[in-house]
Nanobody
């Protein structure tokens, strides 16, 4: 069993930056693919970014390409999401997720096995 805890969210002005962290415990996530998702009020949870277990491959939603960067530190058992050039439409609860099959990148919510509780990101215009 893996426990995931997100942190780093907050209130930021449009154009600003945040770095979200996802700390894992219970077991190492070095063999897991990891993903970030977000959910805005009244909307479904949507894919943001994913990274393979090695960190060599990543994938992003079109809406965040060039602004968001996913990375991982398997020694620290932590995954990060660097968010730059924030827009009001980025306001959402951001969730970290782990997928046992660490070789493939996945953008579907249903393909992930473990989830954190989320961290709120609010962008003011």
């Amino acid at each position: 069993q893996v426990q995931l805890v997100e942190s780093g969210g907050g209130l930021v002005q449009a154009g600003g930056s945040l770095r979200l962290s996802c700390a894992a415990s219970g077991r190492t996530i070095s063999t897991y693919a990891m993903g970030w998702f977000r959910q805005a009020p009244g909307k479904e949870r949507e894919f943001v970014a994913a990274i393979t277990r090695s960190g060599r491959s990543t994938n992003y939603a079109d809406s965040v390409k060039g602004r968001f960067t996913i990375s991982r530190d398997n020694v620290k058992n932590t995954v990060y999401l660097q968010i730059n050039s924030l827009k009001s439409e980025d306001t959402a609860v951001y969730y970290c997720a782990a997928r046992i099959n660490g070789l493939l990148l996945q953008s579907l919510v249903s393909r992930y096995d473990y989830w954190g509780q989320g961290t709120q990101v609010t962008v003011s215009s």
